[in-house]
């Protein structure tokens, strides 16, 4: 009885270590790594044209109204004239997207970089590339490299500042959410607040009526505004870059957008290829030469 009793014990045994192997057989296993991850993958997902954009086989972009001079011409962003025109061009090109499938849209520039779900697949409109916009948003790899630069009436009394500290006591404006903005705050540290505005344009107006004694712009725009808008003005000098990296900027997509890789490819073979130099060379070139304020 003893020997049958362990003969069963062992047959049950067995019946059992075989349905347990036949269950883990059947259990989920871990999930193989996605394709997604596999080598090649992103090369796939930015197949010329192919991409997801907004609007199926169309490229979406955006800058901001007015589009001002010289990054764009005669405020029409579409006619490929003007810095950041030829670049979105350029830009929609390597992605697969020709000039009659790119469609422009209207966005403010605070707006832009600001959180929530875009209407564009990339936004060109002078925003630097920071760590703080970048929480709200994704950035491409730069396609300029960003000087600022103050402009004051000639014969007014910022237009014989020679340095940072001569600025100091004077009234100095900017656009609102900028960069030149964060220039007056946090390198000039002004004893008096900065006048901020809406637009480029209302900073403009203000230094003209004299209710600011200067203005700060990126470089390129202070040599527009002096030769082409405010002709009574004068570049006081520009400031040297903060930090160790040149502030930039870059091409503004939705926060984790499957765009974000393509684009800050297609930025990269325009600056390897030399494309983003000659449109430099073309829409920028005068943009040199002002002093540095130290």
């Not at 059992?16 to 057989?25: F, H, I, N, S």
């Not at 790119?102 to 959180?115: D, L």
């Not at 040297?240 to 091409?251: A, C, D, V």
Request: with cysteine; glycine share 8%; proline share 5%.
């Amino acid at each position: 009885m003893h020997l049958a009793s362990r003969t069963v014990r062992r047959a049950v045994a067995a019946a059992t270590l075989a349905l347990l192997a036949t269950a883990v057989g059947c259990a989920p296993q871990p999930e193989a790594k996605s394709s997604a991850t596999a080598p090649g993958s992103a090369a796939a997902s930015c197949a010329k044209g192919k991409q997801a954009t907004k609007t199926s086989g169309k490229l979406t972009i955006a800058t901001d109204e007015p589009a001002y001079e010289p990054w764009f011409k005669d405020d029409k962003p579409a006619n490929g004239k003007g810095f950041e025109s030829a670049v979105a061009y350029a830009v929609a090109e390597q992605l697969g997207y020709g000039k009659d499938k790119v469609v422009w849209q209207s966005v403010p520039f605070n707006k832009a970089f600001a959180p929530g779900v875009k209407t564009f697949d990339f936004d060109i409109n002078q925003v630097s590339i920071s760590t703080e916009r970048k929480k709200a948003v994704d950035f491409s790899s730069g396609y300029y490299d960003v000087r600022q630069a103050v402009i004051a009436l000639k014969g007014g009394k910022a237009a014989q500042a020679k340095s940072i500290a001569d600025l100091r006591g004077l009234k100095l404006g900017a656009q609102v959410g900028t960069t030149s903005l964060d220039y007056i705050t946090d390198v000039v540290k002004p004893k008096q607040d900065p006048a901020v505005y809406a637009k480029n344009d209302q900073a403009k107006s203000a230094l003209k009526n004299g209710q600011v004694d200067a203005v700060v712009t990126d470089l390129p725009t202070a040599f527009y505004i002096t030769s082409a808008e405010v002709t009574n003005a004068k570049i006081v000098g520009q400031f040297e870059n903060q930090g160790g990296t040149p502030e930039q900027f870059g091409l503004v997509l939705d926060k984790g957008s499957a765009l974000t890789p393509c684009v800050s490819g297609a930025v990269d073979a325009l600056r390897k290829d030399g494309t983003l130099a000659r449109l430099d060379q073309q829409w920028l070139s005068d943009a040199v030469g002002a002093p540095v304020l130290k």
